[in-house]
């Protein structure tokens, strides 16, 4: 095994868009386990939006970071040295980690790979059965609640949370309506997903036109990944008694100054409408039932998943900046090194 190992700190707090030079490279001596610790040696890590809001300095549900510190992630990854009862040398594992080519991770904090699943796809512990997976199980069957015969529309359909919502929305007998940002996107969500339409957000002039054409009797419920435009378009069209799940809000994360928005609240009065925040975490109880259903899901063939994979530990950092371009349909990853045999 190599004695040296690489990681990514931050290096500077972006200033809007963060670039490459929000990220530092460094080179140290891998770390060696102390008891009840395991060095795992990451295959893939995640890159996800809501790490854009750590590199602020301000307080939030995620702890922001100093600069110079290590950047926080999901990895999933492989044993290489255990001081700890449960993992032995080889299993593989995923848990929140950094980004980093090795990471000293406390055995108690970390989940099997299921073997059986391995070959399927490691990556995808990163997405549908990751954290993302959890979210978009979560935000559509607690918060959407969405009956058969709904529509549901859903901003960010392409990526990793949108993708699993708008099929589990499907499996509860809803008609789907997602946006996204290509044609590409558009036509994975209609025909591998099985939506019901696609709306490419950044060729169509009137989202709200391309919405009623798609959604002819009104939306019940919207599962909101982005804010901005697209969501006044969804507001204006909302059914009486419709639910509004606040995932994300992506199209304002680099913005710095404070949104004056909302500017589409009187839009809920007349439909009564229920819109409401939510964070994965707040289930934590409940995601081995979560994660019990999207493996079932996932190994039946009733939800597809993908995984855009950037390949080398150096390029992290184009795959979470890309995050902001819309490159990745499905779950965003980078492959850091091949799980060895
Ligand atoms: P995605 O895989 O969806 O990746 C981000 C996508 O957002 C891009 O591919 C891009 O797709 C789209 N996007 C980027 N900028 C804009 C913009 N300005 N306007 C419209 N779309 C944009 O990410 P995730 O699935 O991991 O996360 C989705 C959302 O859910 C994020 O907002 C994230 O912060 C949030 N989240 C919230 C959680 C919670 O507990 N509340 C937990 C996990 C995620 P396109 O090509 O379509 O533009």
């Known amino acids: 095994m190599t004695d040296t190992s690489r990681q990514f700190v931050l290096g500077k707090r972006p200033d809007g868009k963060p670039d490459r030079d929000t990220f530092e490279l460094e080179k140290g001596d891998v770390p060696e386990p102390r008891h009840g610790e395991v060095l795992v040696r990451t295959c893939y890590l995640s890159v996800d939006p809501y790490m854009r809001g750590r590199m602020r300095d301000r307080d939030s549900y995620a702890d922001p970071w100093d600069v110079g510190d290590r950047m926080g992630g999901h990895v999933v990854g492989e044993v290489v040295e255990s001081e700890h009862d449960a993992w032995s040398v080889g299993e593989f594992v995923f848990g929140e980690g950094f980004w980093s080519e090795h990471s000293l991770l406390d055995g108690d904090d970390l989940t099997p790979v299921d073997p059986s699943l391995q070959n399927l796809s490691l990556p995808a512990y990163l997405g549908v059965l990751g954290m993302p997976g959890r979210t978009a199980y979560f935000g559509t069957l607690d918060v959407l609640e969405p009956d058969p015969g709904d529509t549901v529309a859903i901003s960010g ?18 008609r789907v309506v997602g946006f996204a940002g290509s044609d ?89 409408a229920r819109v409401e925040g939510f964070l994965v975490g707040d289930y934590a109880t409940r995601f081995e039932h979560a994660n019990d259903r999207l493996r079932e899901w996932v190994t039946n063939g009733d939800i597809e998943h993908r995984e855009s994979i950037v390949e080398g530990f150096e390029n992290a950092p184009d795959a979470f900046l890309g995050l902001f371009e819309g490159d990745n349909i499905g779950k965003q990853v980078v492959k850091v090194a091949e799980p060895s045999e």
């Not at 009623?212 to 009797?217: T, Y």
């Not at 697209?230 to 995932?247: E, M, P, T």
């Open 157 to 174: 359909a392409a990526g990793a949370v949108g993708s699993t919502v708008g099929q589990i929305a499907s499996l509860a007998g809803a």
């Open 184 to 272: 590409e996107k558009v036509d994975y969500l209609e025909d591998d997903l099985g939506f019901d339409a696609g709306i490419n957000y950044k060729t169509t002039e009137n989202y709200r036109a391309a919405l009623a054409d798609a959604a002819p009797n009104g939306i019940d419920a919207y599962f909101d990944n982005v804010g901005g435009p697209i969501s006044d378009a969804v507001f204006s069209q909302l059914n009486v008694d419709a639910r509004v799940a606040i995932c994300g809000q992506i199209a304002l994360y680099n913005d710095e100054g404070v949104p004056t928005g909302p500017r589409k609240l009187p839009q809920l009065i007349a439909p009564r």
